[in-house]
């Protein structure tokens, strides 16, 4: 039996006040400043929009984690797509990866010099693309943590059964439990209590994450992207510090099976098969990659046009790892607000929408 | 050795052409070549500047939007509303239109038949008269199949100018609809996202804003197209020196735009609109301004959405729906669906 204790806030706006009183009660009780992370840019912007950040009390420390996919996607990563680009394909992505820097601009630079690079809002409508363009070869760029790997597969499924041979996917998708399990294991990291990100947690369900209170001890929850979910997740999160009682709970207004999508963990696992993946300012996770497995080679745009992702060795200054990791917060690095901007970013946290730099420097000031 | 390297700027980018911090960079570079002491550089210009009631107002702009076709218009409609509108938000009444045509080889003539009578038709409701223009053809792949420019001309309606300038503490900000309907709509339609009930907001202003003319106290009007809302009250708080402060329960909301906002991770705020106005004016007459707004269909929805305030110069600020604030900046580049 899974642990878990299934509740959510279902008294909306009213319950702020109540919930913001009873997190500064806990972290009376924990007797010492507590510091949380939230896994999921989608938490990150979503804490920064609603105001959030200004009603925490003192005493409560929140960082980003590495769970925005555009900031973990690696340089070496967008240097193979814009190798595809160059070679005259249609590279077609989610809109956020444009902007990501390689080692030699972005894809919305090479869009601008007249690449055939096009923005789709989902896997399937490449393929779409693809039919319709079969004199091109058109590859997807398959981005994104659990919300977004079942998508990529389900159309890999369909590419093989409408016989496609146009049509292939650069796999760069991750998987979160695996970049929790490594952001642990750093010494220096003290984080007390980790916001889990409720539609990742659809599909893998909660069990993924009962090492985080079971076998490390510490405070874990999963909430949706209300504020009211999340400042009630925060609370848990206290409580569960003050009380020693590490139990995961889920604070999200529609219910998170506790089993996840068997449906589509069974549609990852027949399409993909884990592999060791490199993430941008993290290095090299073992297992936290998705790779098209073999009866879907064909499809893999890495085996199809031979590419080599070479090793990201470039130095910019950027200490983008440091603030997925949650070791310092933006402003602590040096390039933050000066050399790093979102008119001039330097690193992917500052491209993104979903970045915890570039949230920090739209709703922080 | 650490090598500091950015994304540096060498060339026009579509984040250029997104309504915000980039193309306020973009129009600063233009404009720096140019003697332009005496002009206020606001969305019209006033010819005479003598300041007497029959004052000739110019505008111009250029329309190149895709798709050409949208729920509630297309590129010959807003042709005539967007440069109309940027003369009505400074209390001119638009009068003439000089129009320009790029025409892509191989554009269909019942296409352009279809764009130019909804232009006329357009005109013709606002009473405003064609009075000369241009054609080009170019070559098959240098054009989206039609681009307009248009300028528009009218008089100014009152003795007062209507500019940024005015704006004071305390003064109450209204806005005239929700925002973002025409970026939601032409979003949803580019991205093959079903949105039922979803429409541009592209529509004629002037009719609506006319009456304010009677409120001396009102001080200052913008549309909020390319940039939407937020980069509107930016160049507003930035212009004046003063701050801004916005209640986010107070702006009138759309269903549809908030749904396709929540699909693609866009903020409302930021999405354009092609028949919202934002007016800002003393505290004592913002009752009747918005009685007035709400006589006209258009802006039926308005709303007092925050103030001016000394707090903050410079700066936008936004009390949420929790009670919490936050800071609303303008966008930079280009606005892009997010992953997930």
């Known amino acids: 039996m899974p642990e878990s204790d299934l509740k959510a806030p279902r008294e909306g706006p009213a319950n702020i006040e109540a919930l913001r009183g009873k997190l500064s009660e806990y972290l009376e009780c924990a007797g010492r400043p507590l510091t949380f992370m939230e896994v999921c840019g989608t938490h990150t912007v979503a804490i920064f929009r609603s105001g959030l950040r200004s009603l925490l009390p003192e005493g409560l420390r929140v960082l980003s984690g590495p769970g925005c996919p555009v900031c973990v996607t690696d340089q070496s990563e967008i240097d193979m797509a814009l190798s595809l680009a160059k070679r005259d394909c249609v590279v077609l992505t989610y ?10 601009g972005s894809l919305l630079k090479m869009k601008g010099e007249g690449a055939a690079v096009e923005v789709v809002t989902s896997a399937i409508q490449s393929m779409e693309i693809a039919r319709k363009n079969p004199e ?35 796999c760069l998708h991750k998987t979160v439990p695996a970049a929790l399990s490594a952001l642990c294991s750093n010494p220096d990291l003290r984080i007390d209590g980790f916001i889990l990100p409720g539609h990742v947690t659809v599909v893998t369900g909660l069990d993924e994450y009962a090492f985080l209170t079971k076998k490390l001890r510490r405070a874990a929850a999963v909430a949706g992207f209300e504020p009211e979910e999340i400042l009630a997740c925060m609370t848990d999160l206290a409580r569960q510090v003050a009380e020693r009682d590490f139990r995961l709970s889920v604070w ?83 390039l933050f607000g ?15 929408s979903e970045g915890t730099c570039g949230a920090w420097y739209r709703y922080h000031q | ?150 300028c528009a001309m009218g ?24 925002p973002g309907r025409h970026g939601a709509a032409l979003a949803a339609a580019r991205f093959n996202i079903a949105a039922p009930g979803l429409t541009s907001d592209c529509a004629l202003l002037w009719p609506s804003l006319k009456p304010l003319m009677a409120l001396d106290g009102l001080r200052c009007m913008r549309d909020c197209t390319r940039g939407g809302l937020g980069t509107v009250l930016c160049e507003w708080a930035e212009g004046a020196s003063l701050g801004v402060e916005l209640v986010e329960t107070n702006l009138p909301a759309n269903r549809e735009t908030n749904a396709i906002c929540d699909i693609l991770g866009f903020d409302p705020l930021y ?13 004592e007459q913002a009752e009747g301004c918005l009685d007035l707004l709400r ?8 709303a007092v959405i925050g103030r001016i305030v000394a707090d903050h110069p410079r700066m936008v600020g936004m009390k949420t729906r929790i009670g919490g604030m936050r800071c609303v900046d303008m966008p930079v580049g280009e606005i892009l669906p997010r992953i997930c």
Request: aromatic share 6%; with cysteine; net charge negative.
């Open chain 1, 95 to 104: 809109g956020d990866m444009l902007r990501v820097p390689g080692s030699s």
């Open chain 1, 136 to 170: 091109r070869e058109v590859v997807f760029l398959g981005v994104g943590f659990e919300t977004t790997a079942p998508a990529t597969a389900v159309t890999l499924q369909q590419a093989r059964r409408n016989g496609l041979d146009n049509f292939s996917v650069l």
């Open chain 1, 252 to 334: 999200r207004l529609k219910d998170v099976p506790i089993e996840g999508n068997p449906a589509a963990r069974r549609i990852l696992s027949e399409v993909f098969e884990p592999c060791d993946a490199r993430w941008r300012g993290l290095g090299v996770i073992a297992g936290s990659g998705c790779r098209i497995a073999e009866p879907y080679g064909e499809f893999d745009a890495v085996r199809k046009f031979g590419l080599d992702p070479a090793e990201d060795v470039v130095d910019n200054g950027c200490r983008c790892g440091e603030v997925l990791s949650g070791l310092i917060s933006p402003p602590e690095c040096e």
């Open chain 1, 338 to 352: 000066r050399v790093c901007t979102p008119l001039a970013p330097v690193g992917p946290c500052m491209v993104s």
């Open chain 2, 1 to 150: 050795m650490v090598q500091v390297s950015s994304m540096k700027e060498d060339a026009v980018t579509s984040g250029h052409g997104s309504g915000g911090r980039l193309t306020q960079k973009l129009t600063e570079r233009i404009l720096s070549r140019f003697e332009t002491e005496g002009f206020e550089m606001e969305d019209c210009a006033f010819l005479d500047k003598g300041g007497n009631d029959a004052d000739i107002a110019v505008t111009m702009d250029g329309f190149t939007v895709s798709p050409q076709d949208f729920p509630g218009g297309d590129i010959g409609k807003l042709a005539v509303c967007g440069s109309s509108n940027d003369l009505a938000v400074r209390g001119v009444e638009p009068r003439w239109l000089t129009l320009s045509l790029i025409i892509e080889e191989g554009l269909e003539f019942s296409l352009l038949d279809r764009y130019m009578e909804s232009a006329a038709r357009t005109a013709k409701e606002g009473n405003i008269r064609l009075i000369a223009g241009d054609t080009k053809v170019v070559p098959h792949g240098m054009a989206d199949k039609i681009f307009i420019a248009a």
């Open chain 2, 155 to 178: 008089k100014k309606m009152s003795s007062r100018t209507l500019q940024t300038s005015n704006l004071r503490q305390g003064d109450v900000l209204i806005l005239s609809t929700s």
């Open chain 2, 271 to 283: 999405l354009a609109s092609e028949g919202c106005a934002v007016v800002a004016v003393a505290p």
């Open chain 2, 295 to 302: 006589q006209n269909s258009i802006s039926r929805d308005a």
